[in-house]
């Protein structure tokens, strides 16, 4: 679906989701959206849940390393955007040595959202860098060629309306 309207008129709902993470908080926001916002809003959220799906790449880095599970969240510091640590949903953030409350949970995209505007300050380039990261440990090549985000959040034979 392409955006009919404002900022990114003529860009598609997918390339949005991934590459203006920013605009999307706000389209999210509008919980009482109406007409072609509302419509855009909808298929945000349906490409989120999509994101959301996707599981990591990573395995958990609990017992220093030893957790040979696959990774379901990543944890970072308050205090420092991009240093992530990975963990399986058994074994504890904490365990490395952070002080109780020092860190913040992150499994979806929305919770990248929340962690940038309430942590970060709501800067462009933090929600961009961590979506992209996510995005990146979900299976997303680093080095985009045409049509990769489209595969990434439509596999082959799954039709969009």
């Excluded at 040595?97 to 300050?121: D, E, F, M, R």
């Amino acid at each position: 679906m392409i955006i009919a309207f404002g900022k990114h008129d003529g860009e598609s709902v997918i390339e949005v989701v991934l590459k203006n993470p920013e605009y999307v908080n706000w389209v999210l926001e509008n919980t009482d959206a109406t007409g072609q916002l509302r419509v855009i809003r909808n298929e945000m959220l349906r490409f989120i849940d999509i994101f959301n799906s996707k599981p990591f790449t990573q395995k958990c880095w609990g017992n220093s390393h030893n957790c040979d599970k696959p990774a379901t969240r990543c944890t970072t510091h308050r205090e420092d955007c991009f240093a992530l640590q990975w963990w399986c949903d058994e074994c504890n953030p904490y365990q490395n040595g952070a002080s109780p409350g020092t860190l913040y949970v992150i499994s979806t995209y929305q919770n990248v959202l929340g962690y940038v505007s309430g942590v970060c300050k709501n800067r462009k380039e933090d929600y961009v860098s961590f979506i992209k990261r996510l995005a990146q440990e979900k299976g997303l090549p680093k080095r985009l060629k045409k049509g990769d985000i489209e595969k990434f959040f439509l596999p082959e034979g799954v039709l969009t309306f």
